[in-house]
């Protein structure tokens, strides 16, 4: 039954996909799913912001690529589907994150996603932002 749910759901909100993001060259970032509604049609209400919006994408990072410095103001939740990545946190902190993997990214510090790999970084993120607020802000630190 819950497959089914996530089935629907998907095939609803499937022709809202597109392309967006302001990542280094190398990283691409393909918008899978963005809306300010909940599956049942009411307005997503999860955050004390004006006009909620989540944002789900496929962000892709070739080998010796890496995503540029950049910050998030809003929640932000990945899962690697394929490759690792190696993130590096404003400050000095640094984590790897592999296939099979799910990491909530850091609000409002700036950080930076390298693929050491020889293969593609394939991730799903999920962005749990407001309509007119970015889900990437660039900078270096």
């Known amino acids: 039954m819950k497959r089914f749910v996530w089935m629907a759901v998907l095939l609803l909100l499937w022709p ?64 690697v589907l394929a490759g690792g990545i190696r993130v590096s946190v404003e400050g000095g902190k640094t984590v790897d994150f592999k296939q099979g993997e799910a990491f909530v990214e850091v609000m409002k510090l700036r950080h930076n996603g390298v693929n050491l790999g020889n293969v593609p970084v394939k991730m799903v993120v999920f962005y749990l932002g407001a309509k007119d607020l970015p889900n990437v802000v660039k900078g270096n630190p």
């Not at 049942?40 to 912001?49: A, E, H, Q």
């Open 16 to 79: 809202l996909a597109g392309e967006a993001a302001d990542y280094n060259p190398g990283a691409k970032a393909t918008v899978i799913l963005q809306t300010d509604k909940m599956s049942n049609g009411d307005p997503i209400d999860y955050v004390d912001l004006d006009s909620p919006q989540v944002t789900v994408m496929i962000v892709e990072i070739a080998p010796g690529a890496e995503t540029g410095w950049h910050s998030h103001p809003i929640a932000v939740y990945a899962y």
